[in-house]
């Protein structure tokens, strides 16, 4: 796919795996939209870099996925200004890395919110308004289980198992799990390989190079 002049909705992209996917992005000449849950000055640097790269247009909204109004605000704003979204990037996640026994309430209830809740409000709100495709950031802890992480492990099964019904019920558009393995941002203490990377594997997932039919997942670590 020809990604110049795309709408691209990326969240969570104030840091991290989509700070690097929006400059991928840029560098097509897509319409970035950034969005950032407590950072906006690191999602204003993300954004000013993308224009650096060759944006000619975005936007920077907040994003709270763990909050209906904001999550309805936010797809308002992008069709306000854009009218259609041609690509989501699910991105945002959170990841509490403790033994089950040490998981507060908050910390599961953040990791289902943000990861799954959300993710399928998220699309939920978008989808009438999307041309193209659905990209959801999933995790190799999606595939295995992990001791530490049953939480987290639990939500991106689950965004597994989204993807997969989604494309079988939406069938205009491409749905993909893009599933990195541990990549070094802020979530890893930056451990793993570079966010650069990821993002790469995103950008050709929306180029549509890998091939692969609607629903599938696409193993980061395969393309290293
Ligand atoms: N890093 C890894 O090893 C790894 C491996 C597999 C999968 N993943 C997945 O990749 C995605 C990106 O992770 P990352 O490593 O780039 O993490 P990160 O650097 O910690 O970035 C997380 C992003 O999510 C946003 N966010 C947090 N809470 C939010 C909320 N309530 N509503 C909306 N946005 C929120 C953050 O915004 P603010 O900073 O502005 O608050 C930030 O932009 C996640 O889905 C993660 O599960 C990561």
């Given amino acids: 796919m020809e990604l110049k002049n795309k709408v691209v909705l990326i969240t969570g992209s104030s840091i991290g795996i989509g700070r690097y996917t929006a400059y991928e992005f840029a560098k097509e000449g897509s319409k970035v ?5 407590k950072d906006k000055e ?3 640097k993300t954004y000013n870099t993308c224009l650096e790269l060759g944006m000619l247009e975005g936007l920077v909204l907040y994003l709270n996925l763990k909050d209906n109004g904001s999550i309805v605000k936010c797809v308002n704003e992008v069709l306000d200004r854009f009218g259609y979204i041609d690509i989501l990037i699910n991105n945002a996640g959170v990841l509490a890395w403790k033994p089950l026994r040490e998981q507060s309430f908050e910390e599961i209830e953040a990791q289902i919110r943000v ?3 959300g993710l399928i409000k998220m699309t939920k709100v978008a989808l009438p308004h999307i041309r193209e495709m659905i990209i959801n950031i999933g995790s190799g802890a999606g595939k295995t289980g992990f001791p530490e992480l049953t939480t987290y492990c639990a939500t991106k099964f689950g965004v597994r198992g989204f993807t997969q019904s989604l494309a ?8 993909y799990t893009v ?3 541990m990549t070094a941002t802020r979530m890893t ?3 793993g390989v570079s966010p650069n990377i990821v993002a790469k594997v995103i950008l050709n997932t929306a180029k549509g190079i890998y091939r692969k039919p609607s629903g599938s997942d696409i193993d980061v670590w395969e393309y290293y």
């Fill in 179 to 181: 599933n990195p393995g």
């Fill in 168 to 175: 079988q019920e939406e069938t205009d558009i491409k749905v």
């Fill in 115 to 117: 990861n799954l809740e």
């Fill in 189 to 191: 203490g930056y451990k």
């Fill in 33 to 37: 939209i950034i969005t950032y849950y």
């Fill in 42 to 44: 690191e999602a204003l």
